[in-house]
């Protein structure tokens, strides 16, 4: 079936340092990627999304980047802080089902 | 994000009984979601619906129902609760388009005893 695999698990970057976060996606009619970030006992929220369409987005100090060819998407985080420390979770969706695979989560500790 | 609330928040209940968990939503949106979260597996699927007459099971159904009583009410049913429904719950919703954000409400923490 379709799945989504998010790695790492953890990483830990010190205060400043960039961090990156990999998914590879399986299902080729995938076209929409959102990233989201969960801060401890907290809901879920959007960070920035990108479509199929175009193959990076920044937005600030946070950037996703696409590879439709070998079926993988990254999250870029620069400078680091430590509020970025969360558990970071990737998605795909496609056209018309309405419906997320979400990897398994990353949890970003960023050191001071 | 106060336009998806859930109730409860909290709850502690034991193997066999029935626990509904509510959502409902503000944001005017057709679509609604219900998730699991467990340390390491990340969000699954449990249900969605479309719209008040479409429901769909999703990847991990069983054990679980659903109703959607209003285009803003989407409830999640536990039949007969056992221990490894132990979990964190999400409701989220989407609203038009081909593709599009979802909006995830607070949670609801259950604990199965």
């Known amino acids: 079936g379709e799945n989504v695999e998010q790695h790492p698990s953890t990483l830990s970057v010190q205060e400043g340092d960039s961090a990156v976060i990999k998914c590879t996606y399986s299902?080729?009619?995938?076209?929409?990627f959102p990233w989201y970030k969960q801060e401890l006992g907290k809901r879920p929220q959007l960070i920035i999304d990108?479509?199929?369409?175009?193959g990076e987005k920044k937005d600030q100090r946070i950037a996703v980047t696409l590879n439709k060819t070998a079926k993988h998407f990254s999250l870029h985080i620069t400078e680091t802080q430590p509020e970025d420390s969360a558990v970071y979770f990737c998605?795909?969706?496609?056209?018309?089902?309405?419906?997320?695979?979400f990897g398994t989560g990353t949890r970003l500790k960023v050191l001071a | 994000d106060a336009d998806v609330t859930q109730t409860p928040r909290n709850r502690i209940t034991k193997t066999g009984k029935r626990i509904m968990l509510e959502c409902s939503q503000t944001?005017?949106?057709?679509?609604m979601y219900w998730y699991r979260q467990d340390p390491g597996l990340g969000l699954r699927l449990i249900y969605y619906?479309?719209?008040?007459?479409?429901?769909n099971k999703g990847e991990i159904s069983d054990g679980y129902s659903v109703s959607r009583q209003a285009q803003a009410k989407f409830s999640l049913s536990l039949e007969s609760a056992i221990p490894n429904q132990t979990a964190l719950y999400f409701c989220?919703?989407?609203?038009?388009?081909?593709?599009?954000?979802?909006?995830f409400g607070p949670g609801t923490r259950l604990t199965v005893l």
């Open positions: 989220a919703t989407s609203g038009e388009g081909a593709v599009d954000t979802q909006y």
């Open positions: 299902d080729s009619a995938s076209n929409y």
């Open positions: 990108i479509r199929s369409n175009v």
């Open positions: 998605a795909a969706s496609t056209s018309g089902t309405y419906k997320y695979i």
């Open positions: 944001k005017g949106h057709d679509r």
């Open positions: 619906s479309f719209d008040v007459k479409d429901i």
